[in-house]
């Protein structure tokens, strides 16, 4: 007989954030609550516009939406994505009432966290970076 104390709760299995290569050491994780869709398309598909500030591509159409196609690297800082690339990876997030197309290096799946297992980025990550972050996790070699 299965008891059902002993299946893990939710709690215990902490909550998903999307976790996105932005360099080749720097991984973010994005709440999973705010991530609609994570796509992959042409890059002829993201229509520039002209006079924009250099991480913000342009505008994407999605399933009759459009938003904004934002370089999360360039954003913060990082070293921006190649413009000559066939396609891109895109995670379409919700913040407030609009919706964003973050363009990023690479969407490497789906991991869960506790939130007491978020500490101060202060000292573990570059100081450019901490203002945008709400904390980072340590996990096994990698910062996150």
Known sequence: MLELSTLPSKKKL??????LQL???TIALLPLKQAQEVIVIP?????QI??????IWGLLN???RVFWGIDLANLLGLKPISPNLQQYNIAI???????LGLIIN???GVLR?????????????STNLAPYLKGCILDNSEVL
């Open 23 to 25: 360099e080749a050491k």
């Open 62 to 64: 999605q399933r009759n």
């Open 113 to 125: 966290f506790n939130i007491d297992e978020i500490q101060s980025p202060l000292g573990v990550v």
């Open 93 to 99: 997030i919700r913040v407030e009432e609009m919706s």
């Open 43 to 47: 890059a002829k598909r993201i229509t």
């Open 50 to 55: 002209p006079n924009m500030a250099s991480h």
């Open 106 to 108: 690479e969407i490497q």
């Open 14 to 19: 902490g909550e998903p954030y999307l976790k």
